[in-house]
């Protein structure tokens, strides 16, 4: 099992098995060119030989005074960020979509703040433009890949059991899965969960929050990790907001306290408001990056 | 409860190390948790006993150092603590503060046998 994600926990659906050492050696072999900038630890999780990574060594002869008293051990230098093997296999996504020009857009939110809706939506609006295929992240059931794969988009399910977030282990191993085409858009729906992915790269160009007019404005400072990490918020069921007290000027005031970078859209996935410019969004981002126009049939 | 995957983080980084340096068990691990960080060290502290149960890190000690937070303050032009992350200056109780400090996550140093 590997420990990094507990990905004995996490199930790929439609993956047979989990056949890391194959898995990982066939990465490499499509990592070729990319073997020398890393610091090679993300390939090295499975009692691999390992060489040094710069652990220093303070030896018996430090050991006292680093910690009195403790004569017969040693005290191992690591300095290194807890996150670092997350952030490793984040890297290595990174360079595979960039290698073949793939747009990954990482969707957060809350459970049910429409996430899974609006896909289906904006995959029916960019897909006679652009090739999308999605992964889906859920504790539990399939039911979200089918609603993707409705719309004729590929589709695979993690499912992260007990696991709170996707994280980029997961996603690695579910994009080789799915193999999405070179040059298309690539929209990995996280679980809902407003806090734990916001600290977990997937190795996506931007994350975007989804927030619904039906959470209250003030969920961007009571949660603010999550608005912090993304580079757009969604704000989505806009045709529901002449029922509610939900005040948007407070919303993304503080939306933007938190992150003044941030770029915002009110969208509804059920009316269809505001896709028009997320979708804009998506294709001049995704042209950015030089993911190309889909190929005419 | 990604404490749990931090948890794991921590020991398989630790092991790691461990085997490297031929050791036979890892008996202390210290780790800097930034007091703005994403990690709660109770959580962590609470997981790590069970993450560790049959590694090299089996029965180790968990050595939680918090660090403050600290940000700077682009109105007042100075260092000031912060005691939430995104949180107001304490001087101008205005909102443009960079963090600088109290995001740490790391794993620095571990004891072995």
Redesign the interface.
């Known amino acids: 099992m590997c420990a990094v994600c507990g990905c004995g926990q996490a199930r790929i659906a439609g993956a047979h098995g989990h056949e890391h050492e194959h898995e990982h050696e066939h990465r490499q072999d499509r990592e070729l060119e990319h073997r020398h900038g890393h610091d090679h630890d993300h390939r090295h999780h499975h009692d691999h030989a390992h060489a040094p990574d710069g652990a220093l060594d303070y030896g018996a002869g430090l050991a006292g005074v680093h910690a009195p008293g403790l004569s017969q051990q040693r005290i191992v230098r690591i300095e290194r960020d807890i996150l670092s093997k997350n952030d490793a296999f984040a890297r290595e996504n990174r360079a595979a979509f960039a290698r073949d020009r793939i747009f990954a857009l990482n969707f957060v939110s809350s459970p049910g703040s429409g996430k899974t809706s609006l896909l289906v939506k904006t995959i029916e609006a960019l897909k006679s433009r652009l090739e999308v295929s999605v992964i889906e992240g859920d504790q539990q059931t399939s039911n979200d890949a089918e609603r993707i794969r409705a719309t004729g988009a590929r589709a695979i399910q993690i499912n992260t059991g007990k696991g709170c977030h996707l994280d980029a282990h997961m996603v690695g191993h579910a994009a080789q899965t799915l193999a999405p085409a070179p040059g298309s858009v690539l929209f990995i729906e996280n679980v809902g969960n407003l806090v734990c992915p916001a600290a977990f790269d997937l190795g996506e160009a931007h994350k975007i929050v989804v927030l619904s007019v039906t959470e209250g404005e003030d969920k961007p400072i009571k949660y603010p990790d999550m608005f912090a990490a993304a580079d757009l918020m969604l704000l989505n069921k806009s045709d529901l907001l002449p029922h509610l007290d939900f005040d948007v000027g407070a919303c993304l005031a503080h939306a933007l306290r938190v992150n003044p970078r941030l770029q915002t859209l009110t969208v509804s996935a059920r009316t269809g408001e505001g896709l028009a410019a997320f979708v804009a969004w998506i294709e001049a981002s995704a042209a950015r990056l030089g993911a190309g126009a889909k190929a005419p049939a | 409860?990604?404490e749990?995957?931090?948890t794991?983080?921590?020991?398989?980084?630790?092991v790691?190390?461990?085997?490297?340096?031929g050791?036979g068990r890892v008996?202390?691990i210290w780790?800097e948790v930034g007091a703005l960080s994403?990690?709660e060290p109770e959580a962590l502290a609470f997981c790590f006993e069970a993450v560790a149960a049959g590694t090299l890190a089996q029965g180790a000690r968990l050595e939680i150092e918090r660090i403050a937070g600290s940000g700077w303050c682009l109105d007042c032009e100075t260092t000031v603590p912060l005691a939430e992350?995104?949180g107001a200056c304490p001087k101008c109780g205005r909102?443009r503060v960079r963090m600088t400090a109290g995001d740490e996550?790391?794993?620095?140093?571990?004891?072995?046998?």
């Open positions: 409860m990604h749990m995957s931090l794991e983080s921590v020991v398989e980084i630790a790691d190390a461990a085997r490297r340096n050791a008996s202390r780790v994403h990690v992350r995104f909102f996550m790391r794993i620095r140093e571990m004891e072995i046998d």
